[in-house]
Structures are given as C-alpha cells and as structure tokens.
C-alpha cells in the first residue's frame, strides 16, 4: 500500500491543509498538521483546548469563525475531526465521547425501525451489545455474518438491508474481510459499507479508499494512543452523508469534550510512528510464539498460514500490533494471563504499553451463549512499544 494520502478540503469551519502545489502529502505529515494550523491570534503551534461552551455573537447570529455552542461545534474538536477526515481520506471527520456513541449516532442517522443490518460474527463485543440490546428492540433486525466468506454476505442481504457492517481485523480472532469485495457486494444490494477501522487505523488501512462509506473509530485505541481518553470517530466519505451524521451527533449530543479531543490529536500525531513499533514488535513475538511447545495455535494475519493473509497483505500496510493465541485449555490460558509481569492484565488495547487479555471472561464474557462467542483457551495481547528482547522474556516466563 503506498504511503500517500489524498489531503481533503477543510470542513466547517476549519482549515483544512492544502498540499504544497497540489503534491500529495506523506501520513506522518498530515497526522501532524492538518487542522492545526498556528493560531491566528497568538501563533501557538498546537490547537490550544477551548475549555468554552458558548461563543460571544456580534450582534444575533454574527458569529466569528461560525462558533456558538460548543455540542454544535468546539474549535479544538474542529481541529480533530479535521484530522481524522484527512488521515482517513474522508469528506467529514466528527469526533464522539466514545466508540460506541460513535456507533450510536452512524446507526441512528442511517435506520429506521424496520431495517436490517449484517455485523461480523465475531464484532467487538460492546458493537454487539449495541446491536442486539439497543437496536433491536428499537426494531433494527440484525444478523451475524462471517464476513470472510463473500457467499455467506451475499445469503444474508435483505431488500431491507442498510448497513453492512465491517471489522477487519477482528476482535479478539484477528480474522480479515476483504473490503474492497465486500463494498461492492453491500452497494450493489442498495447497503452502506461501514468499517470499524480500530485494529488497523488509518495508517495500517483507508477503508474509504477502498470502497467503504464510513470509518468507525473507537480513538481511545491506537489513535489516542495513550490509554488516558475514551473517544470515537466517524469518517462519511461523502460531504452529504457527512453532513448527515453531523446532524445527529449534535441533535443526540454525545460530542468528544474539548481535552479529550485536544488528547486524541496529540496523540494521532505519533501514530505512524507508534504504529511501526507496535507492528515489528509484534511480529518478533509472533515468531516466538509459533515455536512455543506449549502454544496450540497463534492468530496473526502476517502469518502465511492465516486465511486472510493474502487479502491482509493486499489491503494493509503492515499487520498490525494485536496477536491472539490459543493454549491447551481455559485453565492454562487464565494462568498464562495472570502470570505476565510487563503485560499488564488489563482490558483494552493500542496503548503504547502491553496488555494481555482473557477474551472469554473478560472483553468478551457478555458475548457468552451468543454466535459470537470466543474460545475459552484463547489469550489476547495488545503489543506494546516497550523493548521487544523484555516483552519476549516476560512472556517466555509465563510461558513456562
Ligand atoms: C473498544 C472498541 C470499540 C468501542 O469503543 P469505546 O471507545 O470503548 O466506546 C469499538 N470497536 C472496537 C473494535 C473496539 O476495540
């Protein structure tokens, strides 16, 4: 995958960067500067966090810069979704409280009670909660699909069918879907393709430029980076689906705060550089982990022998920092989680320190007795960028 992304115009009433010359700029350049440019009044060279609500008006409805109230629009958060809509390669980048009211607003603005929409058959937990506690009561009908399999989507379409819903890669399974088919397969049955883009990021993978319509981001991962923010983000490919689900962030309010937003930008600024770490450590312990004796089996898109490899390889520019892996039992995986020391046993993941996971009892326990389901022998780490010779160490010993 080449290293460019398309910059796009500014939107509401940020700036948005243009490139020198009509030139294409690199992803380290624009994750750094677009939206942020100097302030016009001071010069500071990061967006400065308006810890503001409302905006005085020269004169009723003379707003400066288009500001009034900081749900409708806050200019540290505008300097965000600026960002996000550059580094995605989107029209419109809005910035939520969370991933999940990410989700909330994308669903709301596109169904109605009535619909249908395809998940993957192994969606992030909480996406599923969402879907089947929330939507389908309200009268959205929902189907688990496995979206590697391009015949099982097209079995499950409905005339109804409005969303097809994509993660690749998974969580906790690491399976891959192939976007670009799966975009053709949801347009041609009349549904928008939305991609939950968490694992990857946008510097793995542009689902946008491969055919989807919307990017869904949980930013508290590897975006903000620093496990200290929760936040969510949708990227509309389209100005007009764009403006759309700007509608309902702000008429459902559950916008991103002006220091969570200011949090989420320093933190997509290292992406690409934290990104490169994540992966080469990744996949050092990946290698290890495959001639472990103890080791059943590991899941990692790099590896040649994953089904979703070639499609990986295709459609990302590296494998990403996630490894999940089985064990002979719950039992010896349960021990192996508690017996890491630089691998923190914790929930979540795309922070710049290792965490290990029990998808079974924890991530994943609410989806226990569902189609989604996980392995109860399976460990979930979210590679850090700590010195790999010390990850592989603390992991051998747990091993043992
Ligand atoms: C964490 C996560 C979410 C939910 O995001 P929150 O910020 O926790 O609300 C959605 N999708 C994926 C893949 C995630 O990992």
């Known amino acids: 995958m080449d290293n460019e992304v398309q910059t796009t115009r500014g939107q509401g009433t940020g700036d948005g960067r243009e490139a020198n010359g009509g030139r294409r700029q690199g992803f380290d350049t624009v994750a750094l500067h677009a939206g942020q440019e100097p302030d016009p009044t001071t010069g500071a060279v990061v967006p400065p966090i308006y810890q503001v609500s409302t905006y005085k008006q020269d ?13 409708s629009a806050n200019p540290t958060r505008t300097a965000l979704e600026v960002c996000l809509a550059e580094t995605e390669g989107g029209a419109r980048g809005l910035a939520f409280a969370s991933g999940l009211a990410a989700e909330d607003a994308l669903l709301r603005a596109v169904c109605r009670p009535g619909d249908h929409v395809v998940i993957p058959n192994d969606a992030y937990g909480g996406t599923y909660r969402l879907f089947a506690k929330v939507a389908e009561p309200w009268g959205v009908a929902f189907d688990p699909v496995a979206l590697g399999d391009v015949d099982a989507l097209r ?3 409905r005339g109804d069918t ?10 906790p399974l690491l399976g891959i879907a192939d976007i670009a088919t799966l975009a053709q397969v949801a347009h041609d049955a009349g549904a928008l393709l939305v ?34 923010v929760i936040g969510g983000a949708l990227v509309a490919a389209d100005a007009e689906l764009g403006e759309r689900l700007a509608f309902h962030q702000n008429a459902m309010g559950a916008v991103a705060g002006p220091f969570d937003a200011w949090l989420t930008l320093r933190g997509i600024k290292t992406l690409g550089v934290r990104m490169d770490r994540h992966c080469a450590n990744a996949e050092r312990i990946v290698e290890m982990l495959v ?11 790099g590896l040649p022998g994953h089904p979703g490899h070639d499609i990986a390889a295709k459609q990302m520019r590296a494998f990403g920092g996630m490894v999940s892996f089985r064990m002979e039992s719950e ?70």
């Not at 409005?162 to 969580?171: D, F, L, M, S």
């Open 59 to 71: 004169g009723i409805g003379g707003l400066r810069g288009g500001y009034e109230y900081s749900r």
């Open 155 to 157: 079995g499950s379409l």
């Open 162 to 171: 409005k969303i097809v819903w994509v993660e690749t890669p998974t969580n």
């Open 195 to 228: 991609v939950d883009n968490t694992f990857a990021s946008p510097y793995l993978q542009r689902p946008l430029e491969l055919g989807a319509d919307v990017v869904v981001h949980s930013t508290t991962k590897y975006i903000g980076g620093h496990s200290d």
């Open 291 to 301: 001639r472990h004796p103890s080791v059943r089996d590991v899941l990692y898109p």
């Open 331 to 400: 039992e010896v995986a349960v021990r192996v989680c508690e017996r890491t020391e630089l691998f923190t046993l914790g929930e979540s993941l795309g922070g710049v320190e290792s965490l290990i996971e029990h998808p079974g009892r924890m991530t994943h326990a609410s989806a226990a007795g569902s189609p989604l389901e996980v392995p109860a022998d399976l460990v979930r780490l979210s590679v850090g960028i700590e010195d790999v010779d010390d990850l592989l160490h603390d992991l051998d010993r747990a091993l043992a």
